[in-house]
């Protein structure tokens, strides 16, 4: 079972990001939950968002405290939210930042597998907004080909109906310039 937990912030779209890739691998033909955690409830503040994905019945319904992907939609969320706390053996760090994956790491002290890609900038060229949900899609998908890209293209479509062009090019767009560090 693959477990993934994403880090955002209230407005992000990180919920909505986890509700899409789950679609998207149910339409594969697995198994998938998401489902969102967070405390007081405000535009800015702290967001979590898992996701299980499994070609077998999911019977787990807990929060995910030893993910094997985390991924950051907002870099300032390193410093503060404790992103690779429990991050299993061999997991992977899917960050959104401009800065090189060597610069990361030797600043945050991030010990795992780390992949990047500037969302930001890619969100902005595309959409006109620094929203980051469905650029960082593309990125978890390249470093953990949880879900094929294409099957995204269905829920992108249903969730954002006129604007799903632009949302599938930013997905489409950080998967192809998504770095991943070799481990």
């Given amino acids: 079972m693959l477990e993934v937990?994403?880090?955002g912030r209230g407005g992000q779209g990180g919920v909505t990001s986890a509700e899409i890739v789950a679609l998207a691998a149910i339409n594969e033909g697995k198994y998938a939950q998401a489902f969102p955690s967070f405390g007081p409830e405000r535009r800015g503040a702290p967001v979590?968002?898992?996701i299980r994905i499994d070609?077998?019945?999911?019977?787990?319904r807990y929060e995910i405290r030893e993910p094997d992907v985390v991924v950051v939609l907002d870099p300032s969320l390193i410093e503060v939210a404790g992103v690779t706390s429990?991050?299993?053996a061999g997991g992977i760090l899917v960050v959104n930042s401009s800065k090189p994956i060597?610069?990361?790491?030797?600043?945050?002290?991030?010990n795992v597998r780390t992949a990047v890609v500037d969302a930001t900038n890619?969100?902005?060229?595309?959409?006109?907004?620094?929203?980051?949900n469905t650029t960082m899609i593309g990125a978890l998908v390249r470093a953990t080909g949880a879900v094929d890209l294409e099957?995204?293209?269905?829920?992108?479509?249903?969730?954002?109906?006129?604007?799903?062009?632009?949302?599938?090019?930013?997905?489409?767009?950080a998967y192809a310039e998504t770095i991943m560090e070799d481990m």
């Fill in 5 to 7: 937990r994403i880090h």
């Fill in 48 to 50: 979590l968002s898992f």
């Fill in 55 to 60: 070609d077998r019945k999911i019977r787990a």
């Fill in 86 to 88: 429990g991050i299993k």
């Fill in 102 to 110: 060597e610069e990361l790491k030797q600043r945050y002290s991030i």
């Fill in 122 to 132: 890619i969100a902005r060229q595309i959409l006109g907004l620094p929203i980051t």
């Fill in 151 to 173: 099957s995204l293209v269905a829920p992108l479509q249903h969730r954002f109906g006129k604007l799903a062009d632009k949302n599938i090019a930013v997905c489409r767009r």
